[in-house]
């Protein structure tokens, strides 16, 4: 069955320290995509990353990069030098692009509530 | 500007009543979604729509009802059959192609019963 673990709750930070949001999910597709949201206090999901299962290339975007291994099954989602604006819940998520019925989908995680202090 | 459109922001319902929730796209995707979000959970699919007069059944349909009549517009009912219809709701949008596109989302709405 389809499945995203953010094992993370709540994560509280200092400003500019770095931090990691884990990200496991479980498949039965061989072709899928992962992808990462931002929700701040507004509501609004605002989309960060897509990566599909064939491309495990690392990503990095300013201070947001991503790290993808099949191998654990894992999508991480690393913050360098965090900044208060980056407080908000981040959603991993993930979707199946042959499984019958649903494709397009999205699977959510529970999502990680990162706050980032002064 | 393009984007998805809900209303109304915050929604009060009384117990027995239906009320609809409106989404609306102008970023020409085929397909869309409707998510309902509780305090400290993920977000779970209540209905899905690939393309105009289709939608399927997500995992929490019971107690929603939708339309789609127009490529734009994705309405959500929820009826007084749903018990428990205090929520967040997220109505999202996307190319579709089998799930390797991205959705985008809309700014919510939240439904309080009275």
């Known amino acids: 069955a389809q499945k995203v673990t953010q094992a993370q709750t709540e994560i509280s930070v200092v400003e500019k320290e770095d931090v990691t949001l884990d990200c496991v999910y479980e498949?039965?597709?061989?072709?899928?995509?992962l992808f990462w949201y931002k929700q701040p206090p507004s509501g609004e999901l605002v989309f960060l990353i897509r990566?599909?299962?064939?491309?495990?290339q690392n990503e990095i975007s300013g201070r947001y990069s991503w790290n993808f291994q099949k191998s654990t099954s894992s999508f991480n989602f690393t913050i360098t030098a965090s900044q208060v604006v980056d407080s908000a819940v981040y959603f991993c998520?993930?979707?199946?692009?042959?499984?019958?019925?649903?494709?397009?989908?999205?699977?959510f995680g529970k999502g990680t509530k990162l706050s980032v202090k002064p | 500007d393009g984007g998805i459109t809900q209303s109304p922001k915050y929604l009060f319902r009384k117990e027995g009543q239906n009320v609809t929730l409106s989404c609306e796209q102008n970023l020409n995707h085929d397909a869309m979604y409707w998510y309902r979000q509780d305090p400290g959970q993920g977000l779970r699919l209540i209905y899905y729509?690939?393309?105009?007069?289709?939608?399927q059944k997500g995992d929490i349909a019971e107690g929603y009802s939708v339309s789609r009549e127009k490529k734009e517009s994705f309405p959500l009912t929820v009826t007084s059959a749903q018990k428990n219809p205090t929520a967040f709701y997220l109505c999202a949008s996307s190319l579709g192609q089998g799930g390797r596109t991205e959705a985008f989302f809309g700014q919510g709405t939240r439904l309080t019963v009275v």
């Open positions: 498949t039965r597709d061989t072709t899928y995509y």
């Open positions: 998520a993930l979707s199946e692009a042959n499984y019958g019925g649903s494709q397009g989908n999205l699977i």
């Open positions: 729509s690939q393309i105009v007069n289709d939608f």
């Open positions: 990566r599909n299962s064939f491309d495990e």
